[in-house]
């Protein structure tokens, strides 16, 4: 796991987080990133 977590972009800890919590974070997480991850047409 320490692996994954040295290669990943971003670490959320979860210890102190309910789910709506969790949910707003991955929210503003990724709403706030200028590149797009994936697009639809």
Known sequence: ?????????????????NIHQLATTITEQFS???TPACASR
């Open 1 to 17: 796991m320490i692996e994954i977590r040295e290669a990943s972009d971003l670490v959320i800890d979860t210890s102190e987080l």
């Open 32 to 34: 706030a990133r200028t």
